[in-house]
């Protein structure tokens, strides 16, 4: 399996990004995708989890009702919709893949590069 993750930046506070995790490899036990980020001095967390398979999702709270996450119809490509941003969302973003979403590093198996995302004026 093999993640590649995309799609970071610059972005003033209130604005958007949208993140992309090519994935390839993928078996059937791979049926989620998950986002999770880090931030200089602070543990990685996880923000957001589509299960492929039947289109559930989860968000933590902070990035509720902010930012999206969908799939590309015709691709293993899985999308970061990130808007309002905020200074806080500052991190490393990075997509990962597992038989179930869950909320835990531990839970995944594969991991993409990270991809950096600022928010700042």
């Known amino acids: 399996v093999q993640l590649q993750a995309s799609g970071g930046g610059l972005v003033q506070p209130g604005g958007s990004l949208t993140l992309s995790c090519a994935a390839s490899g993928l078996t059937s036990e791979d049926n989620a995708i998950g986002w999770f980020r880090q931030a200089p001095g602070k543990e990685r967390e996880g923000i957001s989890c589509?299960?492929?398979?039947?289109?559930?999702?989860y968000y933590t709270d902070s990035v509720k009702g902010r930012f999206t996450i969908s799939k590309d119809v015709a691709s293993t490509t899985v999308y970061l919709q990130m808007s309002s941003l905020k200074p806080e969302d500052t991190s490393v973003y990075y997509c990962?893949?597992?038989?179930?979403?869950?909320?835990?590093?531990?839970?995944?198996?594969?991991w993409g590069q990270g991809t950096d995302v600022t928010v700042s004026s």
């Open positions: 589509l299960n492929i398979r039947t289109g559930s999702t």
């Open positions: 990962a893949s597992a038989s179930a979403c869950g909320s835990k590093e531990y839970r995944y198996d594969y």
